[in-house]
């Protein structure tokens, strides 16, 4: 592999390449920031106190949000005061869902680690470290994450979801046809399984739900990525349970507080597992099994 010559581009001193642009870069390419695969919520998001959250994602299981603040050249006092507020802002607002404050900044500087480190790791927190650099005319972007003292800590919406209705070609773009087509698939077998045909798709901002004429009843949730879908199920925990679905699923979390499974399924899952994922249905709708259809 061929070397390429590359040299520091400094984005504070750019007059071409501000924090808006970054801002706009991000958002489009959630990867550049290398916290896995996130979606994007918002940016600018207005706060309480008048100020705007830069920028905020959720994690693949849509459990997470972080909270993301930029800062071109170094880290100040105001940045990690900023960062700190706009976190507990959202926490305070939506306390459901596990919220993350994450700093990004070209220079994050010893002083500001050894602030941090006075917090006792009390606050889920990512220091993030942009490197912008210049190579035939062009610029690149590396983020390091050089801290992260967040939890790990997974998916329901805000409540402003419900009011966030979208349709199939909004899911159909997001992800693609085929994953939301498993999510057509899905709906078969529980309609079958639970003897209720008159369920349906209910096609939300963050995720797809079930709906009973018109009506949500979200005993299970889905939410479609490029490759597969991942699919919620509200069953009590239990060791067995939980043996059982690793075996068979690639397995995401279970929300204790809310008692979610969250699991990614394939098409091959549908027909290879179709029987464990009747069983999770009709557990999920709270039914014995002695209460399934006849086939």
Not at 9 to 35: M, P, Y
Not at 114 to 137: C, M, W
Not at 147 to 172: C, H, K, M, P, Y
Request: charged letters at 25%; one cysteine or more; a negative charge.
């Amino acid at each position: 592999m061929e070397y390429i010559a590359t040299k520091p581009f400094s984005l504070k001193a750019s007059s071409t390449h501000d924090e808006k642009w970054l801002q706009e870069l991000l958002a489009r390419d959630e990867s550049i920031l290398g916290l896995g695969n996130l979606e994007h919520l918002h940016s600018e998001k207005i706060q309480n106190n008048g100020g705007r959250l830069d920028l905020m994602f959720q994690s693949e299981t849509g459990s997470i949000r972080y909270c993301v603040e930029l800062q071109l050249g170094a880290t100040d006092a105001n940045h990690i005061m900023r960062a700190l507020e706009y976190w507990d802002n959202e926490r305070s607002r939506n306390p459901h869902i596990e919220h993350v404050a994450v700093i990004v900044a070209e220079d994050i500087t010893t002083r500001f680690l050894n602030v941090i480190s006075l917090f006792n790791k009390s606050i889920p927190l990512i220091a993030v470290q942009l490197n912008a650099f210049e190579v035939n005319g062009k610029i690149g972007i590396n983020c390091v994450k050089v801290l992260d003292i967040a939890q790990n800590i997974g998916w329901e919406d805000d409540n402003t979801t419900s009011q966030a209705v979208t349709d199939r070609a909004f899911w159909e773009k997001k992800a693609n046809v085929s994953s939301v087509k498993i999510a057509d698939n899905l709906l078969e077998v529980i309609k079958v399984t639970i003897g209720d045909p008159d369920l349906s798709l209910k096609y939300n901002k963050h995720y797809i739900g079930l709906a009973h004429h018109g009506v949500a009843d979200n005993f299970m949730s889905f939410k479609p990525r490029k490759n597969n879908i991942i699919v919620q199920f509200k069953i009590p925990f239990s060791e067995e349970l939980q043996s059982r679905m690793e075996e068979v699923f690639d397995l995401l979390t279970y929300r204790e507080n809310w008692g979610l499974w969250i699991a990614r399924v394939t098409e091959q899952d549908l027909v290879k597992n179709s029987d464990f994922i009747k069983e999770l249905i009709r557990a999920a709708r709270g039914m014995a099994p002695s209460d399934l259809p006849e086939d």
